[in-house]
């Protein structure tokens, strides 16, 4: 076998963009790669520079996902449980890992939005279903993070009627610069200081016995209902649809192509651990803290963690908890509401790039800041219902998600789109027994959000029913996916690693099968059941 | 509207930013149906509808196309009652359409057995 795969290198341009400003040189924080330099990187050195380039969707994306949310509710499970959840961090991290990939697999080699693809292969009902989906669910989600400014600025005793405001400005002035390089920047620097937390393991000082007992899975009989619970809602915070939309999209505009796509599934392992190290010092930093301390059921809010810290581990840990979780609130609140505009725009068709300033791209980023701004004024509404916005949002998120990963899983099985480059099976049998995990899981989570009274024997049973069921119905869907295997050979490697899709309108239209209409329509009327159920118990909460 | 005999002056050194907007509004140009849209308007003003008749493509197909042209500023919208109807922005998007349509067919006269486009060899004849 030769080394060099062809004596010119390919322009790595991808045949189809929905906006122009999506091809060309890749302009990452750290480093450049021009997009007629797509030859082999032979020298560490090469490959080192190129990574540095390409490093960016996959970490930002991470990070931005231990958001305020997040740390609250690793946060709680490590001041309620100790070290005894540690272990759901092992198991999130290849569930993480496998959909964000898949997700930037799509972008880099199809060259079209999360969104735009739904609209294309599954038409205009989808797309409308997944997209309002997106749009309601972000809003919460940006409100918890407005709210996690608030209350981190509140522990300097900021107040939040400043705060708030400040945050949202500088959001906006930050993607509006129509520089994707700073704004890329700009992210990274909120990540360093949201990194910080890992001091947090550090000062905290756990002995290495305590930390490997909490990555076996032990029931504790007496405490298992608000365990489950925990548990769940860490899944349900920790993995959400706006991720898929925004890493997807921001691959694209980052200008990855699929001759990248080996950097780009190394820049996505990297925030994968990023986050996986994140999440566990807050939770070992916090089993620390509170290890000694009486009720152990106490958690109110992540201000009064950041306190606790302050309290128990010196003041220096609870003023690095707080700094990270306004970090880590401002990268979700910037991660969240783009993933939000570039969905609207994609749709809409209008012109949708970081490279592109306020003027040049007026919806997108005007889009934006409508979301930016309506959160934020949301959180300053004087006695506005903030904690049960909070807690519903987690219900909300888990029971989208299941729509979310299988419209993922079938978008990465269409062969029109990824061609050589569409899942392995293993793959599919991995996604479809995380899908029908999560199913099942945000059953329980919203079942006991709705009926409390209910006990949690009756939830189980209920849910195993529906799992059997949707195991089943996936079953059918993948079944008839196309296989990996199939697509027409006779490509050389390097054309089979630098595949990318033709241009959107030249595609031939999905063939459409009664069992893959039959489970998407189950799905979406289970997933509407949910959503209405959610919303009455939320109005009976609000109402009183 | 902008006389298109109208003399420029020379393009080059080509600003940057400038190279940016022009490459905007040739990534517009850049897609075989929204050609045939362009192309459709070449005559006249058209509603969606009419559009839609002469290019043969779906309803959903068009619109999209033509916010896609409408957002790059190569036609503009003007609302007649209930109907959008659609123009071509002026003179230079016209003339930029008969340059590269005169110097595509040049190519192919040149090489015509080449050209494999059967639709393409049509509208040429």
Known sequence: MSTAATPFPRSADRRSALDRAHIGDIHGAFGSVECYDTGPRLTRRRQLRTMLAILGPGLIVMAADKDAGTMSVFAQAGQEHGMELLWVLVVLAPLLYVSQEMAARLGAVTGTGHARLVLERFGRLWCAFSLTDLLILNFAILVTEFIGVALSLSYFGVSRYLAVPLAAAALIVVSATGNFRRWERAMYALILADVGVVALALIARPSPSTISSGLVPAVDHGAATPMLLLLIALIGTTLTPWQIFFQQSNVIDKRITSRWLAYERIDTAIGTAVFILAAGAILIACAAAYAHVGPRTGFTDAADIARGLDAHLGRAAGAIFAIALLNASMLGAAAVSLSSSYATSEVLGVKHSLHRSFTDARVFHGCFATFIVIAACTVLIPGAPLGVITTHVQALAGILLPCTLVLLLLLCNDAQLLGPLTNPRWLNVAGALAVATILGLSTMLTLTTIFPAVGLRDTLYVTLALLIAATAVIGLTMARAQPHERFDGGLTPWERKTWTSPMLERLAAPASSPARTLGLAMLRGYTTVMVVLLLARLVTLLAR | ?125
């Open chain 2, 1 to 125: 509207m902008p006389n298109p005999q109208r003399p420029l002056a020379p393009i080059t050194p080509l600003h940057q930013d400038v190279a940016e907007r022009l490459a905007d509004a040739m990534f517009a140009l850049a897609t075989p149906s929204r050609l045939q849209i362009l192309a459709s308007l070449r005559a006249g003003p058209l509603t969606v509808s009419q559009i839609i008749h002469e290019v043969g493509m779906e309803q959903s197909a068009v619109s999209h196309q033509l916010r896609v042209l409408r957002d790059h500023a190569v036609v503009s919208v003007e609302r007649r009652g209930r109907e959008r109807v659609y123009t071509l922005r002026d003179g230079d998007v016209s003339a930029l359409l008969d340059h590269a349509y005169r110097h595509v067919l040049a190519l192919m006269g040149g090489d015509a057995g080449d050209a494999g486009d059967a639709r393409a060899r049509r509208e040429a004849s």
